[in-house]
C-alpha cells in the first residue's frame, strides 16, 4: 500500500537465530565450521559432564535463547560444570523464559573475521572489506 519493502532476513531465519540449538545445527548442516560441543539440549548434569569430558576443558556452557552474556559460563572442571549449569539454567529460565542449555568448547583468545555482503533482489551484489575482531 506505501510501497515500503522489509530488507533483511525472513521470519523464519529471525527465529532460528534466537535459537543457538537450533542455528548451530542449521550451520553444522550447510557446512559451516562451528566450534565443538554438543549437538542438541543438555538435560542433566550426567549428560553435561560426560559431553564436557569429551570436549574437554575449558567449556562454555550457555543458553540457547537470549543473548548480551546472560546465561553464560566458563567452565574449567567437573565441579564448577554442574555448578555454572544450574545457575545458567536459573538464569536464563528468569531473563529469557526458556533454560534450553547447550555446551561447547570455550576458545580462549578467539579471533573471527566479519564480511559485510550486500544484495538486492536484482541479483547486484556488494561486499565491504573485511574487519578482524580479537
Known amino acids: 500500500r506505501n510501497n515500503i519493502i522489509?530488507?533483511?532476513p525472513d521470519a523464519e531465519s529471525i527465529e532460528a537465530m534466537g535459537d543457538k540449538i537450533h542455528s548451530k545445527k542449521l550451520a553444522f548442516e550447510a557446512g559451516v565450521n562451528c566450534i565443538p560441543g554438543f549437538r542438541g539440549e543438555i538435560t542433566s548434569h550426567d549428560q553435561l559432564l560426560k559431553v564436557s569430558n569429551e570436549i574437554g576443558y575449558p567449556v562454555m556452557?550457555?543458553?540457547s535463547g537470549g543473548g548480551g552474556g546472560k546465561g553464560m559460563r566458563v567452565a574449567y572442571n567437573d565441579t564448577e560444570c554442574v555448578e555454572y549449569f544450574d545457575l545458567c539454567k536459573e538464569e536464563?529460565?528468569?531473563?529469557f523464559n526458556n533454560?534450553?542449555?547447550l555446551v561447547e568448547k570455550f576458545i580462549?583468545?578467539?579471533r573471527h573475521i566479519e564480511i559485510q555482503v550486500i544484495a538486492d533482489?536484482?541479483?547486484n551484489t556488494?561486499?565491504?572489506p573485511r574487519s578482524e575482531e580479537r
Not at 536464563?92 to 531473563?95: G, I, Q, R, V
Open 6 to 8: 522489509f530488507i533483511g
Open 61 to 63: 556452557v550457555k543458553a
Open 92 to 95: 536464563a529460565l528468569s531473563a
Open 99 to 101: 533454560d534450553k542449555m
Open 108 to 110: 580462549e583468545s578467539p
Open 121 to 123: 533482489r536484482h541479483g
Open 126 to 128: 556488494l561486499y565491504l
